[in-house]
Structure formats: C-alpha cells, structure tokens
C-alpha cells in the first residue's frame, strides 16, 4: 500500500529564517506531488505540484520554492519566512496515471509558525 | 464564480439526525468528485469518491451526484459526535493536461449529543 510521510509535525521559526519541509510516497511511482497551505479556519491554497522529477508548477508567487529532486520526493523551502508564512502545510500526492479520476492523499502535515 | 461553492455553515445537527452537506461546481465538463474529512488540527482524510451520476453509499455516508445540474452532496446518517469536522468538497478537472484538484472552502460540522 501506499504511504506518505511528512516532517517535521511542528515547527516554529523566526522570521527571516530558512525552511525545508520534506515529503516522501512510498508505494507508488511517478505521482504527482503537490503543496498546499491552509491557514487558520481558512480553505486550501495550492503552492506547488509536480508532473514528473525536476517539474514544478507555481500556482502563487510568493518567497517559497520547491523541488523534486528525486520520483517520491517533494521538498519546500523559503529562503528568508516571513510572518505570513504561518500555517499548516500539506503534502499530497496521487497516482500519475489517469490523474483526472483519481483522488489526493494527503501526508499528516506540518504546522509552522513564523514568530 | 467560484469553481466549487459550499453551504457556508456551520451545520449544527442532533446525534442520531441526518446531516446534509451541499456542492456544486461551475466546470461542466467534471468527471469525478470527492469528498474529505477534516478534523480540527488535523489533514483531510478522503471518505467518499463519485464518478456516475446517482447514490454511492459506504457505510453512514451516502454521495450523491447529478452531473446536470453540477451538484454533488454528501449524507451522513446516524450522526455521531465523531462526525464533527469540516467536510471538503473536491472536483477533478476532466482534461488530461490540468493535475489540480479544485476544493471547496468546506462545511463545518458540529454533533450534538
């Protein structure tokens, strides 16, 4: 079966700091990979998916950046956070064949806030 | 137009009672839907798919989708507390070039015993 991890749970960093979350799917080969953002009582804000390894789509401009350096692996970062930063991010993935009838699976999350 | 619209809740019920969650999307061309789970502090957890117009029931949980008139609902029987959470409403695009899965901004759900 088909699994995804997503680390770290919490964070909390000061602005202007860096950041690397980090999601990997196990089980599976050549999903597609997104980022979301939620922020508090708020709806889902997709960041960033993936087609395929080095592929990346923005949906916002904004200081994050991802990449997908190997098939399984999604990693966000910020060079410098800011306070707006703050929220629950969301790794999801689903499989990469006949993507437009299958579902998202989403990872546990990381909370991050941004003092 | 948004192009998922949810009821804006939030949906207080009885336990015991049916809670009804409302969705309609604006692409008409949208072949599979989804609803998700979402308890507080918590990532949404996929409860139901639909892909044909009509009932798809699983267990307490009954989809219901009419492609004509672009909507698609969610039942919750029995209602129990643990069913308080928000329910996301999700629409797959039926063109093989777009990955993104369009959400609604979600129903809040609350049980009372």
């Known amino acids: 079966s088909q699994t995804i991890h997503q680390w770290p749970a919490t964070l909390v960093q000061p602005v202007g700091s860096p950041l690397s979350l980090e999601c990997t799917v196990e089980?599976?080969?050549?999903?597609?990979l997104y980022w979301y953002r939620q922020a508090a009582g708020r709806g889902l804000q997709l960041l960033f998916y993936s087609v395929g390894i080095g592929q990346i789509s923005s949906e916002v401009p904004q200081n994050l950046s991802a990449s997908r350096p190997q098939d399984r692996q999604f990693i966000l970062s910020s060079k410098k956070l800011l306070l707006s930063d703050s929220g629950f991010y969301l790794c999801a993935w689903r499989t990469g064949e006949y993507s437009y009838n299958s579902p998202l699976h989403f990872g546990n999350g990381t909370r991050l806030t941004v003092t | 137009q948004k192009e998922v619209e949810q009821n804006s809740g939030p949906l207080s019920v009885p336990e015991g009672a049916i809670a009804s969650l409302n969705c309609t999307y604006s692409d008409r061309v949208s072949q599979s839907f989804f609803w998700y789970r979402q308890y507080s502090g918590k990532s949404p957890e996929l409860i139901m798919s639909i892909y044909s117009n009509g009932d798809k029931e699983d267990g307490r949980f009954t989809a219901q989708l009419n492609k004509a008139s672009q909507y698609v609902s969610l039942l919750i029987r029995d209602s129990q507390p643990s069913d308080s959470a928000t329910y996301l409403c999700?629409?797959?695009?039926?063109?093989?070039?777009?990955?993104?899965?369009?959400f609604g901004a979600g129903t809040t759900v609350t049980v009372r015993a």
């Open positions: 089980g599976t080969s050549n999903p597609n």
């Open positions: 999700a629409v797959n695009p039926q063109r093989s070039n777009d990955y993104k899965l369009s």
